[in-house]
């Protein structure tokens, strides 16, 4: 290990991470349009051993994390998922996979029941075999389902994740339906995020504010239906909003994701900053990353903030947003995000809400002409 990493500690005293997410392996079988892994991930192959994913689980838990999520890419490719899952659960981790589903064997699952895995979230992409399959450029459809049955025959809470975008928004009533029969007991309807694969392909994914606001009320008619049976979570998509989201309940804030390499980050898509030297556990402790690295320290607190965050009173509710979504949009990470009105640049965000009402709201694979091709997340795309 290196020495500690130079900066000062900043103010006010630091909290310990709640959530420490182990990305195990960007690998994947599905190549969905809308995943937030980075665009390169072609060229990031390395991955932690069985060991060092220990080792990074153990220091974490000594810092006090106590949720222990398990994602990708897609888990399940590694091998050693389940030796991981039994170390992280021994170590008094509430553990979680998220997962495609695909891999997830009977004889896998029931190993995993057994060591103690604690939750597990099941990805669909739609409610109809020809969209699921489309979007994930995958025959994966019949697969998942016969995984949702083998995850509720195995006594799982059922947590169903679809995410959400301008091709099946009008399908959210038979995403509910497809839920209900599935016996599911979540089921998270969260809109598209525009990062890596997502935010390449957001002139295909961005729906109408008309779409959003049909699914809305389709979500609450199904809630005061049938009440508590589905809890069901419906996030919209932050571009239609008019204040930003308190992204990763702000910067160094909860969240430690270790991606499969070893690079320690403060959010899924940091990676997309430039100038910040994310530090990789194999360099330096986990403790020395949380409290001493100038990468989880650089957005903590408020005194980064440029105007209007600076001044604005809602700064400890929402954290001036999303840094990553303030870069992308306006080439700056320490500017607002513009999704919030009083961002000098929100005109920039309205005009691409607009963009997509006159867009035609065509099948994906009709690639409209102003558009270019949906991009699936494969090796050949990455870059
Ligand atoms: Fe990076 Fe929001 S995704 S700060």
């Known amino acids: 290990m290196s020495?500690?990493?130079?900066?000062?500690?900043?103010?006010?005293?630091?909290?310990?991470?709640?959530?420490?997410?182990?990305?195990?392996?960007?690998?994947?079988?599905l190549h969905c349009a809308f995943c937030y892994n980075p665009i390169n991930y072609a060229n990031e192959r390395a991955e932690l051993s069985t060991a060092q994913w220990i080792d990074v689980m153990r220091q974490a838990r000594k810092l006090g994390a106590a949720q222990l999520g398990f994602s990708g890419g897609e888990p399940l490719v590694r091998d050693d998922l389940e030796e991981l899952v039994g170390e992280g659960r021994r170590l008094g981790f509430y553990t979680n996979l998220i997962t495609s589903g695909i891999g997830l064997t009977e004889t896998r699952l029931a190993r995993l029941k057994e060591l103690g895995l604690d939750h597990i979230q099941l990805s669909f992409q739609d409610s109809t075999k020809e969209m699921n399959d489309f979007l994930s450029s995958t025959k994966t459809f019949d697969l998942k389902s016969r995984v949702?049955?083998?995850?509720?025959?195995?006594?799982?809470?059922?947590?169903?994740?679809?995410?959400?975008?301008?091709?099946?928004?009008?399908?959210?009533?038979?995403?509910?339906?497809?839920?209900?029969e599935m016996g599911v007991d979540y089921l998270e309807l969260a809109n598209t995020q525009y990062y890596g694969w997502g935010l390449a392909n957001r002139a295909h994914l961005m729906p109408t504010r008309e779409?959003?606001?049909?699914?809305?009320?389709?979500?609450?008619?199904?809630?005061?239906?049938?009440?508590?049976?589905?809890?069901?979570?419906?996030?919209?998509?932050?571009?239609?909003?008019?204040?930003?989201?308190?992204?990763?309940?702000?910067?160094?804030?909860?969240?430690?994701?270790?991606?499969?390499?070893?690079?320690?980050?403060?959010?899924?898509?940091?990676?997309?900053?430039?100038g910040i030297a994310f530090p990789n556990v194999l360099d330096y402790s986990v403790h020395d990353i949380w409290y001493a690295s100038g990468a989880f320290n650089r957005y903590r607190g408020d005194a980064w903030m440029k105007?209007?965050?600076?001044?604005?009173?809602?700064?400890?509710?929402?954290?001036?947003?999303?840094?990553c979504q303030a870069y992308a949009l306006t080439g700056d990470a320490a500017n607002a995000d513009p999704v919030c009105a009083k961002s000098p640049r929100h005109a920039?965000?309205?005009?691409?809400?607009?963009?997509?009402?006159?867009?035609?709201?065509?099948?994906?694979?009709?690639?409209?002409?102003?558009?270019?091709p949906i991009l699936f997340r494969t090796d050949a795309n990455s870059r």
């Open 3 to 29: 020495a500690p990493l130079p900066h000062p500690a900043p103010r006010p005293p630091i909290a310990a991470p709640l959530w420490l997410l182990a990305e195990l392996t960007y690998r994947c079988p």
């Open 148 to 180: 949702a049955r083998l995850i509720k025959q195995y006594d799982y809470p059922m947590v169903l994740n679809v995410v959400l975008h301008r091709y099946n928004l009008d399908h959210v009533g038979r995403i509910i339906d497809m839920a209900l």
């Open 211 to 274: 779409q959003v606001v049909r699914a809305e009320e389709v979500v609450n008619q199904y809630r005061a239906r049938i009440g508590n049976k589905v809890r069901i979570l419906f996030v919209v998509p932050d571009y239609f909003e008019e204040r930003p989201k308190a992204c990763m309940n702000g910067w160094g804030s909860v969240f430690l994701g270790i991606a499969p390499d070893g690079t320690a980050l403060p959010c899924h898509a940091a990676r997309s900053l430039p």
């Open 307 to 323: 105007s209007p965050c600076r001044d604005c009173p809602e700064k400890s509710k929402d954290f001036g947003g999303c840094r």
């Open 348 to 372: 920039e965000v309205q005009a691409i809400v607009m963009q997509a009402q006159h867009a035609q709201n065509s099948h994906p694979a009709v690639a409209q002409p102003q558009a270019k």
